[in-house]
């Protein structure tokens, strides 16, 4: 079942077009990577999904929900349904990795338990088994400022799981992680997704662990999608495509503002 369609999409911000005519569909389940260089687009795909992004042509379908026409009171709900992992973890440092977590639930709550931090004990097992799940247990009245960035960001996603998504968008979750907190990372959103079937969206930029932990890959460049397919059909000729310096053409659009040269002036 596709749970995310983009037919000729173009996203952007004001009048530039930074993904263009891009045709994407995602099912229920998948485990899906996009990868390129920085500044093609991947993260304004991205948050396309999660409609914080213009849509400046063609169509874009999430959760049943048309993006390009959606309304305030659709739009809070399909939010809902969509859990977020930042880079920057966006968690509240000082406190604990239990309320944090717990903050995924306030759509599930009403106002007064949620404003004293009161649960229930079906709240306080739910909890305890999304701990399980990322590997923070142990740490579940400790302080988040007092966290490394692995468990920070496995926090991270305990809280988009207390949501209960149907998807989770995780922005490069990894690329301020060292290599063993990065694979626990991986690890931890591969388990959301094999154990509660949630579809995970992640952008990466190390190709080995797109290879290693997604059923998906996504290559953009230019705004473009170049390669849509599964990890195993990643030939070097392929990973050239994606990862490969846009024409000249395309990145220089006016003469002005090439490098200056004193004998081109000299001639001029």
């Known amino acids: 079942m596709a749970q995310i369609r983009a037919e000729k999409l173009t996203l952007g911000y004001g009048r530039k077009e930074v993904v263009k005519d891009v045709d994407l569909t995602i099912h229920k389940g998948e485990f899906l990577s996009i990868i390129g260089p920085s500044g093609v687009g991947k993260s304004t795909l991205l948050m396309g999904v999660n409609a914080t992004t213009a849509i400046l042509g063609g169509n874009l379908n ?37 309320d944090n977590i717990a903050s995924g639930m306030l759509h599930r709550k009403s106002l007064f338990p949620a404003l004293f931090k009161h649960y229930t004990t079906h709240q306080y097992e739910e909890l305890y088994e999304y701990m399980k799940v990322v590997g923070i247990e142990d740490e579940a009245l400790s302080r988040c400022d007092r966290l490394s960035g692995g468990q920070k960001q496995r926090v991270a996603i305990a809280r988009a799981i207390a949501q209960q998504p149907e998807v989770i968008l995780a922005d490069e979750p990894i690329s301020s992680l060292d290599p ?25 930029h190390q190709l080995e662990y797109a290879r290693e932990f997604c059923s998906r890959v996504i290559g953009m460049n230019s705004g473009r999608i170049v390669y849509d397919g ?21 990145r220089v659009e006016n003469k002005s503002i090439l490098p200056f040269s004193p004998a081109a002036a000299a001639t001029a």
């Open 62 to 98: 999430v959760l049943g929900n048309d993006i390009g026409s959606i309304r305030n009171g659709e739009l809070k709900g399909l939010r809902s349904k969509i859990g977020v992992v930042f880079q920057s973890f966006n968690l509240v440092s000082r406190l604990s990795v239990l």
């Open 180 to 204: 063993v907190s990065a694979r626990n990372v991986l690890e931890t959103l591969r388990n959301a997704n094999e154990k509660y079937g949630i579809t995970v969206v992640a952008n990466l």
């Open 230 to 250: 599964s990890p195993e059909r990643l030939c070097q000729a392929t990973i050239d495509q994606i990862y490969c310096c846009p024409p000249k053409n395309d």
